[in-house]
């Protein structure tokens, strides 16, 4: 006979006897907030490295008010490792989750509000929380400026928080912050990009004990600031040698000695400014072609003591230079380009911006192509010397050439322009303001260009409406038919659309241009969003003047007379008043447009259409452009169009896009969070 089996409550009373010591040693091995901090947390101890930018990040953190685009990215897991031995008890399933993978999670989280929600949930999450949040301070207004100083300043904080600062920017208080305002961030050891851009109440003493401080700093932007001198320079070749970004822009107290100590230490230097430091002179440049050579980008804009030699230098002994921007340096003459190497080829070089260098001629052009065959922008604005010859050469680049400006080259004549359309189909931007010889011809041709997107023809005075009307033809218009699921053609239901991709053109005092062909451009042109017509009668009238920008304030009375720009919403003004109108009637008639038509175009799918700016003034560069008057086109960045709505079709009227949103709540401001719940620990 068998034993009787035992009951439940014997079996439970046993597992629980069981149990029980593992319980109690489990309990005493619990940490507390204070042991924690005695042994030290996890993360204070993380890695000082991070991992290496990616390219569209590092090419981009000379900046101003924002520098999401600068700076580097989340820390990598290593930095932010945190130990699960404490947690092994936890049975709810978010608590199994290895930290690893939490810390993963919560990186995809944009918001401050959102990490700092997160951070307040149990102490788990904010000890995976906490560097994401503290990351990249949020000094946007003083009022948080001074939340995350008292925070840092705390006695006993509840972490390190010092220690996460890895970006700092104080831009966007720029005109207040002296040495005092950058004190409280002294204690942070671990920043790696640090931009303070016209702080001109900054000085030496305050800048100096924080770089010491950071032996790891990457990028320092600096431009502006009046009252650094070379002692700041000599402290960063001293403390940061493995800076990679230097901006110093304007800076006119830094010394050549200083700048040549930088390049001596910091050989891992990779994009260096230098725009307007005028006591810059060959020797600075040298030392930094000799010793950093994996720099990708320099500029020297107006460093005007500059000559041939130094330019050499950097071509032929650059092993990846890919920007050169040598605006206004006037000494500079064919021998820079024409003592390269023989033989030899830059096929990095994308950028080369020549501006103003008034000696260079045909010879140094040709060279320039011979040995930098993949050049992608090519500024030769005020280079007088330069004539049909260059142009034929700069066509050698073919489909490589997406940018050209020429503005000023008035030896350029209609040959050289057909010659260079019929061979760089890809060009996206030109410029040929104060090119007198062209004709309507010339801008026929480049009308045919299928990728154009700006273009300049300021102060060409030949060009007539046959131009525009070309302009205004670029891709043509086209039906598009649909078809049901049988593949049958769906009748009367066809919609038209235009293939044009002008964003921007630039037709200021082309005085011959009448009504009638910039009625055809604008309604031919849907993402269209900046059209300057300064100077142009036709245009100095009332009726359209509620449409145009304001003039600049330092223009004089006949500059503010005769200013006609319009962009972004003004161009859809004026382009629904022309189309309806009772008095431009006429003239709607005479290009084919009904009576009362506003604009119902739809796209071809893939090319969306512009995106109406709110704000006329998001466009700084094009007060430069007029302000210059004869200066056609900026190099400002494009408008960003939105992608295209399932199915690849675009409304039949171009929308409004909502109000921005306001700015973010002060949940954005990093605070010491109180003490977290207990249930996560």
């Given at each position: 006979m068998q034993p009787q089996a035992p009951s439940l409550d014997i079996i439970a009373a046993q597992d629980a006897a069981a149990a029980a010591p593992v319980q109690d040693t489990d309990t005493s091995m619990a940490p507390t907030p204070e042991n924690g901090r005695e042994n030290g947390d996890s993360r204070a101890s993380s890695s000082t490295n991070s991992p290496a930018p990616p390219e569209a990040e590092e090419s981009d953190f000379f900046i101003g008010n924002n520098d999401s685009q600068s700076s580097l990215g989340v820390p990598n897991i290593q930095d932010m490792q945190v130990t699960d031995e404490e947690n092994q008890e936890c049975t709810i399933p978010v608590y199994t989750v290895p930290n690893e993978v939490l810390i993963q999670i919560f990186s995809k989280l944009s918001s401050a509000p959102d990490l700092?929600?997160?951070?307040?949930?149990?102490?788990?999450?904010?000890?995976?929380?906490?560097?994401?949040?503290?990351?990249?301070?949020?000094?946007?207004?003083?009022?948080?400026?001074?939340?995350?100083?008292?925070?840092?300043?705390?006695?006993?904080?509840?972490?390190?928080?010092?220690?996460?600062?890895?970006?700092?920017?104080?831009?966007?208080?720029?005109?207040?912050?002296?040495?005092?305002?950058?004190?409280?961030?002294?204690?942070?050891?671990?920043?790696?990009?640090?931009?303070?851009?016209?702080?001109?109440?900054?000085?030496?003493?305050?800048?100096?004990?924080?770089?010491?401080?950071?032996?790891?700093?990457?990028?320092?932007d600096i431009s502006e600031d009046a009252d650094v001198t070379e002692a700041t320079i000599y402290a960063l070749a001293q403390s940061c040698r493995k800076i990679q970004g230097l901006n110093v822009s304007s800076c006119k107290e830094i010394s050549n000695p200083s700048m040549v100590a930088l390049a001596n230490n910091c050989k891992y230097l990779k994009r260096l400014k230098l725009n307007d430091c005028n006591k810059m002179e060959d020797a600075t440049v040298m030392a930094f072609a000799t010793n950093c050579r994996n720099i990708l980008e320099i500029d020297l804009q107006k460093c005007v003591n500059i000559t041939n030699e130094p330019v050499t230098a950097l071509l032929s002994q650059g092993k990846a230079l890919r920007e050169l921007r040598l605006v206004g340096c006037e000494l500079l003459e064919d021998p820079a380009f024409l003592n390269l190497p023989p033989l030899r080829t830059y096929e990095h070089l994308r950028i080369l911006d020549l501006t103003s260098c008034a000696l260079l001629t045909d010879r140094a052009v040709e060279k320039i192509i011979e040995v930098a065959p993949r050049l992608r922008n090519l500024v030769l604005a005020k280079c007088r010397n330069i004539t049909d010859q260059s142009v034929y050469a700069i066509s050698k680049l073919g489909r490589n050439l997406h940018y050209v400006h020429l503005g000023h080259c008035s030896n350029i004549t209609d040959d050289a322009v057909k010659k260079l359309v019929s061979a760089c189909n890809r060009i996206r931007y030109i410029d040929l303001g104060c090119c007198a010889n062209l004709t309507d011809e010339s801008v026929q041709r480049l009308a045919g260009l299928p990728k154009l997107k700006r273009i300049g023809l300021v102060k060409c005075l030949s060009i007539t409406d046959k131009s525009v009307f070309a302009l205004s033809n670029m891709g043509g218009a086209r039906r598009r038919q649909f078809r049901d699921s049988h593949g049958n053609i769906i009748e009367g239901y066809d919609v038209g659309y235009h293939t044009s991709s002008l964003e921007r053109v630039h037709l200021s005092y082309c005085t011959n241009l009448t009504l009638k062909s910039v009625i055809k451009l604008l309604n031919a042109s849907p993402r269209l969003t900046h059209l300057s017509l300064t100077g142009v009668l036709p245009f100095i009238r009332e009726d359209l003047s509620q449409f145009c920008r304001d003039a600049p304030p330092d223009f004089n009375d006949h500059q503010r007379t005769v200013f006609c720009v319009f962009s972004g919403q003004g161009v859809m003004g004026l382009r629904d008043h022309l189309n309806t109108d009772p008095s431009y009637q006429s003239l709607r008639e005479s290009v084919g447009l009904s009576q009362t038509q506003p604009m119902r175009t739809t796209m071809q799918p893939g090319i969306p259409p512009a995106i109406p700016q709110q704000n006329s003034e998001i466009m700084e560069d094009d007060v430069v452009d007029e302000d210059d008057e004869d200066m056609a086109i900026d190099g400002g960045v494009p408008v960003q169009a939105a992608p295209p709505p399932a199915g690849g079709n675009w409304p039949g009227v171009i929308p409004t896009p909502p109000l921005a949103p306001g700015p973010p709540a002060d949940l954005s401001v990093p605070v010491a969070p109180p003490t977290p719940p207990e249930n996560g620990q």
């Amino acid at each position: 006979m068998q034993p009787q089996a035992p009951s439940l409550d014997i079996i439970a009373a046993q597992d629980a006897a069981a149990a029980a010591p593992v319980q109690d040693t489990d309990t005493s091995m619990a940490p507390t907030p204070e042991n924690g901090r005695e042994n030290g947390d996890s993360r204070a101890s993380s890695s000082t490295n991070s991992p290496a930018p990616p390219e569209a990040e590092e090419s981009d953190f000379f900046i101003g008010n924002n520098d999401s685009q600068s700076s580097l990215g989340v820390p990598n897991i290593q930095d932010m490792q945190v130990t699960d031995e404490e947690n092994q008890e936890c049975t709810i399933p978010v608590y199994t989750v290895p930290n690893e993978v939490l810390i993963q999670i919560f990186s995809k989280l944009s918001s401050a509000p959102d990490l700092l929600n997160v951070m307040l949930t149990c102490k788990r999450f904010a000890r995976n929380t906490v560097d994401l949040l503290w990351h990249r301070p949020a000094c946007t207004n003083w009022s948080k400026h001074q939340k995350i100083c008292q925070t840092l300043a705390l006695p006993q904080p509840y972490f390190a928080y010092g220690d996460f600062v890895k970006r700092l920017n104080l831009a966007s208080l720029a005109g207040d912050i002296n040495d005092g305002s950058i004190m409280p961030f002294q204690g942070c050891s671990r920043i790696e990009r640090l931009t303070l851009t016209k702080c001109k109440k900054l000085t030496d003493n305050g800048l100096i004990p924080l770089i010491q401080k950071n032996p790891n700093l990457l990028a320092l932007d600096i431009s502006e600031d009046a009252d650094v001198t070379e002692a700041t320079i000599y402290a960063l070749a001293q403390s940061c040698r493995k800076i990679q970004g230097l901006n110093v822009s304007s800076c006119k107290e830094i010394s050549n000695p200083s700048m040549v100590a930088l390049a001596n230490n910091c050989k891992y230097l990779k994009r260096l400014k230098l725009n307007d430091c005028n006591k810059m002179e060959d020797a600075t440049v040298m030392a930094f072609a000799t010793n950093c050579r994996n720099i990708l980008e320099i500029d020297l804009q107006k460093c005007v003591n500059i000559t041939n030699e130094p330019v050499t230098a950097l071509l032929s002994q650059g092993k990846a230079l890919r920007e050169l921007r040598l605006v206004g340096c006037e000494l500079l003459e064919d021998p820079a380009f024409l003592n390269l190497p023989p033989l030899r080829t830059y096929e990095h070089l994308r950028i080369l911006d020549l501006t103003s260098c008034a000696l260079l001629t045909d010879r140094a052009v040709e060279k320039i192509i011979e040995v930098a065959p993949r050049l992608r922008n090519l500024v030769l604005a005020k280079c007088r010397n330069i004539t049909d010859q260059s142009v034929y050469a700069i066509s050698k680049l073919g489909r490589n050439l997406h940018y050209v400006h020429l503005g000023h080259c008035s030896n350029i004549t209609d040959d050289a322009v057909k010659k260079l359309v019929s061979a760089c189909n890809r060009i996206r931007y030109i410029d040929l303001g104060c090119c007198a010889n062209l004709t309507d011809e010339s801008v026929q041709r480049l009308a045919g260009l299928p990728k154009l997107k700006r273009i300049g023809l300021v102060k060409c005075l030949s060009i007539t409406d046959k131009s525009v009307f070309a302009l205004s033809n670029m891709g043509g218009a086209r039906r598009r038919q649909f078809r049901d699921s049988h593949g049958n053609i769906i009748e009367g239901y066809d919609v038209g659309y235009h293939t044009s991709s002008l964003e921007r053109v630039h037709l200021s005092y082309c005085t011959n241009l009448t009504l009638k062909s910039v009625i055809k451009l604008l309604n031919a042109s849907p993402r269209l969003t900046h059209l300057s017509l300064t100077g142009v009668l036709p245009f100095i009238r009332e009726d359209l003047s509620q449409f145009c920008r304001d003039a600049p304030p330092d223009f004089n009375d006949h500059q503010r007379t005769v200013f006609c720009v319009f962009s972004g919403q003004g161009v859809m003004g004026l382009r629904d008043h022309l189309n309806t109108d009772p008095s431009y009637q006429s003239l709607r008639e005479s290009v084919g447009l009904s009576q009362t038509q506003p604009m119902r175009t739809t796209m071809q799918p893939g090319i969306p259409p512009a995106i109406p700016q709110q704000n006329s003034e998001i466009m700084e560069d094009d007060v430069v452009d007029e302000d210059d008057e004869d200066m056609a086109i900026d190099g400002g960045v494009p408008v960003q169009a939105a992608p295209p709505p399932a199915g690849g079709n675009w409304p039949g009227v171009i929308p409004t896009p909502p109000l921005a949103p306001g700015p973010p709540a002060d949940l954005s401001v990093p605070v010491a969070p109180p003490t977290p719940p207990e249930n996560g620990q």
